[in-house]
Structures are given as structure tokens and as C-alpha cells.
């Protein structure tokens, strides 16, 4: 059964693996760490940072909790929650972030990953999250929509993947 857990060391092969298919695969949409930094003390190493992003305490990044989903013993995928509408969250990376790994897509995870990530943020009295998804990222366009999803509006966005693109804006009421 699908779930979304915190962060936990037993869990660090499973997200390198993740890592490393997204970068074989040219991840755009969404880029994970470089699979190359995640060693054998890597989790301890940025634990105190994740804690402290989440916590609000990182200058210049917006609050964000991090989820891994697994499935028994098998890293899955992630969820990222940024609870406050900040200027650079509404322009730019929005308030959800979810990923599936390469060799999990296209079998429902996406969809089962996102509903159970508005679930929780639902838990925690959001009312409502901001998808900001690329215009060429059909895929994730159409989750967002099954589950929801009601188009803002299409802007022009940049980031080091993609460079200058059009990204849509949609929000989601929980
Ligand atoms: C977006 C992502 C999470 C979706 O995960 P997934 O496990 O493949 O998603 P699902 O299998 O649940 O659903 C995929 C849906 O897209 C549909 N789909 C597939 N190709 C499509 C296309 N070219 N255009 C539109 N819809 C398409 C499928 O039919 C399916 O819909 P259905 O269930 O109604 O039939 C995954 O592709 C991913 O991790 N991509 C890279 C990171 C990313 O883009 N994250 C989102 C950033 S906003």
C-alpha cells in the first residue's frame, strides 16, 4: 500500500535509486538531488537542514516538508508541501511537488501519490495548494486536473532545467 512517510534513513538507498533514474532520464519536470552527493552519510549530514527549511529557519527558502512515498520496502516517489503563498512560491515553484520514480510512472502512482499528499495537506487546515506545472508536462497536467486541479492561468516562467517556458496554474481546494 502506497504511503507517505518522513524522511528515514532506512529509506536512503530507495531515494538514491530514485535520484539516479530520474538523472539518467534528464528529470526536468522536477530534479532530485544529484544522486552522486547521496553517500553513506548523507542523511545525517543534511538532516539538521531539511529540519530547519521545515521549520522555516533556511534565509531565502519558503517553509517546505518533505515526504518519501514507499510501498512496503520500495521508494516510490515524493511530496513536497510549501504551506505559504509567497510571491516566489505563486511565480514560480507553486505549493505541491511530487515526483514518481521513472520505473514506477504510468501505473497510477502519480495519481495515488498526489490524493494522498492533498490528504495531508488537507489534515493540516490548508485550504487550498497551487500546482505550477510546464506547459509541455501533459502528464502531470492531467493528474492535477483528475484530482481537481482548475486552471488559473499560463505564464511565463524560467528555471536552470528549463530554461524560459510556459508554465499553467492551477489550484486545487482541499
Ligand atoms: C507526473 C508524474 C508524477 C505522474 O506519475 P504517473 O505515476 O506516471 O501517473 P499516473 O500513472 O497516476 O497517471 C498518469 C496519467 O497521465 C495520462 N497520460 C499519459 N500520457 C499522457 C499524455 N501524453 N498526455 C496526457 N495524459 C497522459 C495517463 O493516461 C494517466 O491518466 P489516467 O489514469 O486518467 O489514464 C510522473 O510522470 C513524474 O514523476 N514525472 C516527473 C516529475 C514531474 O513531472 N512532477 C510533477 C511536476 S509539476
Given at each position: 500500500?502506497l504511503?507517505?512517510?518522513?524522511?528515514r534513513?532506512?529509506?536512503?538507498d530507495g531515494?538514491?535509486?530514485?535520484c539516479r533514474e530520474?538523472y539518467e532520464?534528464?528529470?526536468v519536470?522536477?530534479?532530485p538531488?544529484?544522486?552522486a552527493?547521496?553517500?553513506?552519510?548523507?542523511f545525517?549530514?543534511?538532516?539538521?537542514?531539511y529540519?530547519?527549511?521545515e521549520a522555516?529557519?533556511?534565509?531565502?527558502?519558503?517553509?517546505?516538508?518533505?515526504f518519501?512515498?514507499?510501498?512496503?520496502?520500495?521508494?516510490?516517489?515524493?511530496f513536497?508541501?510549501?504551506?505559504?503563498?509567497?510571491?516566489e512560491i505563486l511565480?514560480g515553484?507553486g505549493?505541491v511537488?511530487?515526483?514518481v520514480?521513472?520505473?514506477?510512472?504510468?501505473?497510477?502512482?502519480?495519481?495515488?501519490?498526489?490524493?494522498?499528499?492533498l490528504?495531508?495537506?488537507?489534515?493540516?487546515g490548508?485550504?487550498?495548494?497551487l500546482l505550477?506545472?510546464?506547459?509541455?508536462?501533459a502528464?502531470?497536467?492531467?493528474v492535477?486536473?483528475?484530482?481537481?486541479?482548475?486552471?488559473?492561468d499560463t505564464i511565463r516562467?524560467?528555471n536552470?532545467?528549463?530554461?524560459?517556458?510556459?508554465?499553467r496554474?492551477?489550484?486545487?481546494?482541499?
Open positions: 500500500m504511503e507517505l512517510i518522513r524522511r534513513p532506512e529509506y536512503v531515494y538514491r535509486a530514485y530520474a532520464n534528464r528529470a519536470y522536477f530534479v538531488a544529484d544522486p552527493r547521496i553517500d553513506d552519510g548523507w545525517l549530514r543534511t538532516k539538521d537542514w529540519d530547519r527549511l522555516g529557519l533556511v534565509p531565502g527558502q519558503p517553509v517546505s516538508l518533505h518519501w512515498a514507499v510501498d512496503g520496502g520500495r521508494f516510490i516517489g515524493e513536497q508541501l510549501r504551506p505559504e503563498l509567497t510571491e511565480t515553484i505549493s511537488g511530487y515526483a520514480r521513472v520505473s514506477e510512472q504510468g501505473k497510477g502512482r502519480g495519481t495515488a501519490l498526489l490524493r494522498l499528499g490528504q495531508l495537506a488537507r489534515e493540516r490548508i485550504a487550498r495548494v505550477n506545472i510546464s506547459d509541455s508536462n502528464v502531470s497536467a492531467h492535477c486536473e483528475k484530482l481537481g486541479g482548475r486552471l488559473m516562467a524560467e536552470p532545467a528549463e530554461g524560459v517556458y510556459w508554465m496554474r492551477y489550484w486545487i481546494d482541499l
